[in-house]
Nanobody, 121 residues
């Protein structure tokens, strides 16, 4: 059984910073991509940032230059450093991992439960 647990969300003023963390635990054979998505009220879930096992990153245009995604492979952990936050960044942020639980099985998508980020103006 695999669990992804996020932490670090909260309430911050515009211009402030937050750091999200997500730890993957359980019966994990290997983790390929990890990343962050977000969903604002009344909107679809959207990609924020992804990072490959080797550390290559991809960002949504709306967060480029403000957010940094990183990972610690030894700890099965992915981070999202969010700077210069804006009210439009307010959303539930979800951790994602594409991983394998066995060498005999294919990779699957796993999701965390989400953490609320609220940016006040």
């Amino acid at each position: 059984q695999v669990q992804l647990v996020e932490s670090g969300g909260g309430l911050v003023q515009a211009g402030g910073s937050l750091r999200l963390s997500c730890v993957a635990s359980g019966s994990i054979f290997s983790i390929n991509g990890m990343g962050w998505y977000r969903q604002a009220p009344g909107k679809q879930r959207e990609l924020v940032a992804t990072i490959t096992e080797s550390g290559s990153t991809n960002y949504a245009d709306s967060v480029k230059g403000r957010f940094t995604c990183s990972r610690d492979n030894a700890k099965n952990t992915v981070y999202l450093q969010m700077n210069s936050l804006k009210p439009e960044d307010t959303a539930v942020y979800y951790c994602n991992a594409v991983l394998r639980v066995s060498a005999m099985l294919s990779s699957y998508n796993y999701w965390g439960q989400g953490t609320q980020v609220t940016v006040s103006s």
